[in-house]
Each structure stands twice: as C-alpha cells, then as structure tokens.
C-alpha cells in the first residue's frame, strides 16, 4: 500500500531497461519524476533515456541496494524480473506490483489456476513436469501447443504438437523443463484489455484491442476492436477487472484473450506490466498506459482514460531493416510520416536483427475506417502484409 502520494520530483525506480521501461521513464518525465533504471545492458532503450543507469545483473545486491536507494519507488517492465529480486525491494520500498502477483503471471501454470480462481474459462491443459505426466495427457489435448511454464514471450519456448510422437520429441527438444500443454484452439479473433488498479482498490482501463499476431509475434492492434461485439469486449472487460482485484493488483496489468471460432471467450495469458497491444494509448488516448503505471505506482488519483482517436499500432520489427536482397536499409520512414496521424516510436535499439522489437507506428484518425485505411497504407510502404 503507498501510504500517501509519490509526487513529482521524487525518482522512480525500474526493474528492466527494454522499450517498456523506457516508454515508463518517458512517462514519469514529462511529469516532472527522476527516474532509475537497473538493466545490465549499457545500450538498454531505458537505461539511455534515464537519468540513471545502474548497470547490474538482476539479483545484483549492489545494484539493488543503489536502485532503492534512488528510488521513492519502483516498478518493473517485464515479468521475468526474480521475483526475489522484487522481494528485496519490496522489504524497504513501495514496489508495484508486487512480488506475489509477477509471480503469478511468471508461471503458466499458476496463471491458469488463478483464471480458473476467478471463474474465467482457459484452453483446456495438462501440466508436464515428468515422463510420468507426458505419458498421462489425454488425446483431447492434441494436436495442441506445448508452453514451457516459465520465461516463454512473442512465441518463444512453444511448439505446435499434432501428436504423442511430436508432443514428447518437442518436450524433450525443451529440455524436460515444466511446459503446459494446452489444446490448440480454432481462433476467430485475439483481444487483449490493459487494466490498472489503484492500491485503493479503484480499477480503470483501456478500451479493448484487437491484436493480430504472425509467427507468435504481435504484428497489429487496433482499437476500437472492429471484429469483437459489444457483449464480448464487456465480457473481456470485466474478466480483467476481476483477475486485478482478485489479485489485489497495484499497477498495470494486461490480459490476453482468445475468441473462439463458435464464439467463446478464453483467457490466454497475463502480462504485469504494460502490454505492447497497449501502446496506441500514448497517442489514441488521453492517459496512457505508461501514464496510469506512474499513477499506480505514486498513488496519484486514478481516472478513466479517454480514447479521443480510433488507432491502429503496427509493430515495426527488425526484418524491416532488411531489403529483399537481404542487405541492410532504412525504412522509409519520410514517406511514411507523410501520411495523417501517423506517429514512429523507435526504441533506440542499437542493431535490427530479424524478429527483435525495435518500434512501433501508431496511425491516429476521427474514424476506425481512416484510421485502418491509412495503417494499410503505412503497412504497403513498409513492405508488411496488408491485414
Ligand atoms: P507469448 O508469451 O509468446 O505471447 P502466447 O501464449 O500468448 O505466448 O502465444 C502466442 C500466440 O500463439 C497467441 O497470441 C496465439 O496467436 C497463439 N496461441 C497460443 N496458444 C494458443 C492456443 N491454445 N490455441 C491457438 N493458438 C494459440
Ligand atoms: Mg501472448
């Protein structure tokens, strides 16, 4: 609990330095914070912007010790960070969220016993941990995806399993660490809705996104959701607010939903943290979601954000740096920006390797039917596919 606010001035703390970090200190700057970044990375899209770099391992008790130090308080951007480490912290700092719920969301496993705490349906799943367990899943799971319970993102630590034969050589290609195996589900839509709840209790959120994925990655949001009906995106709506309070969440949470093809709801995944299907919000609302993760964590007043522009985020990987002939360019981004309502995030990462994260595009428009129009077209310049 932060017992009174955090104002501006104070610094604020950051466990990660990857371009969420540095979206948060952009955030907590232009409000007037000083902010604190541990990353071991000297070239950390996060640790550049910020005003300090502590440049240490995670578990790092030095570097830990200098981070609370400098910080009034401290949060994290990716949920990976050890929970330990977020321990520590927490013994002698306000930290959100807190150890206890990241360590909810670092697990599939648990994860899913907290959808399922909070009445909210999941793909059907075994957990693998043993030969013992591989033997045992049901063949109602397959063909099916197959997770590693831990440290899995954009696709990463997953196979497709059409049978017993690939689901045991993809368990052991994994090294036999804990995985779930979830049914593979016959997908109409992805939504994902972005939450944050005050240490008071008080829970307001994004409106809900539609994100398309390729190859596992997140390529397209858009927002307002133009596949999902209004009974879906309430129901999404409320499944998120619930898992925060249920959690008893302090921060910014993202949860991960799929649409079924017969039309059911299905929670996917947690994120505790801002979610890249959320980063429209710095250009397409009123209070972003980096903005309501600096009031979370300073206990400043939570209030509602206001879509003011229908959005479309095109995630800009580093295959983009690469021409046909696979030498190395600059994408066009004069033509590009040319274009209405177009916004470029690069997130000061030093070399574009195919897949790697390096920005994204927010195209803002008066309406949903603009705004994608003028996505597409940024998409053809680019040389992404149309969507
Ligand atoms: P990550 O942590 O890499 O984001 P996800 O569990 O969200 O992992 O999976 C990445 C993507 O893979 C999803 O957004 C979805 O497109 C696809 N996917 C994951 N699980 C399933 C499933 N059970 N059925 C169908 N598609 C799935
Ligand atoms: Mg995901």
Redesign the pocket.
């Known amino acids: 609990m932060t017992p009174r606010a955090i104002l501006p001035g104070a610094t604020l703390g950051v466990m990660g330095g990857g371009q969420l970090g540095r979206m948060f200190v952009q955030a907590a700057q232009s409000m007037g914070y000083f902010t604190a970044v541990l990353d071991p990375d000297v070239t950390s899209p996060a640790g550049l912007v910020a005003h300090y770099h502590i440049e240490a391992d995670y578990l790092d008790e030095q570097g830990l010790a200098q981070l609370m130090q400098r910080s009034a308080a401290i949060t994290t951007e990716f949920e990976n960070v050890p929970a330990g480490a977020l321990v520590t912290l927490g013994a002698h700092r306000p930290v959100a969220p807190t150890a206890d719920a990241v360590a909810v969301c670092q697990d599939?496993a648990s994860e899913k016993a907290q959808f399922r705490r909070s009445g909210i349906p999941c793909?059907p799943f075994a957990l693998i941990d043993t030969p013992e367990r591989l033997a045992a899943v049901p063949d109602s799971l397959l063909p099916?995806?197959l997770?590693t319970a831990r440290l899995?993102?954009?696709?990463?630590?997953?196979a497709v399993v059409a049978d017993r034969a690939a689901l045991a050589a993809a368990w052991y290609a994994l090294g036999q660490v804990p995985c779930v195996l979830?049914?593979?589900?016959p997908?109409a839509l992805?939504l994902s809705v972005v939450v944050a709840r005050s240490a008071g209790g008080d829970v307001v959120q994004l409106p809900v996104q539609q994100?398309l994925?390729r190859g596992?990655i997140?390529a397209v949001t858009q927002v307002p959701a133009p596949d999902a009906s209004a009974a879906l995106q309430a129901q999404a709506a409320a499944s998120a607010a619930q898992l925060a309070t249920d959690l008893h969440y302090v921060g910014v949470l993202c949860v991960?939903f799929?649409v079924t093809t017969d039309g059911q709801l299905v929670a996917?995944?947690m994120a505790p943290r801002p979610h890249n299907s959320g980063h429209w919000s710095i250009d397409g609302a009123d209070i972003s979601q980096f903005d309501l993760q600096v009031r979370t964590l300073c206990g400043l007043p939570l209030v509602a954000p206001r879509q003011h522009s229908s959005a479309v985020m095109l995630n800009l990987l580093g295959d983009l740096w690469f021409g046909a002939d696979g030498a190395e360019r600059t994408p066009p981004w004069g033509a590009v920006l040319a274009l209405p309502g177009t916004h470029l995030h690069l997130y000061g990462k030093a070399s574009a390797r195919r897949g790697r994260k390096m920005g994204h595009l927010t195209v803002t428009a008066a309406t949903a039917d603009t705004a994608r129009a003028t996505a597409l077209q940024a998409a053809a310049l680019l040389g992404l596919p149309a969507f």
């Open positions: 599939r793909a099916g995806i997770k899995g993102y954009d696709g990463k630590g997953q979830e049914q593979k589900l997908l992805e994100n994925h596992g997140l991960e799929f996917n995944e």
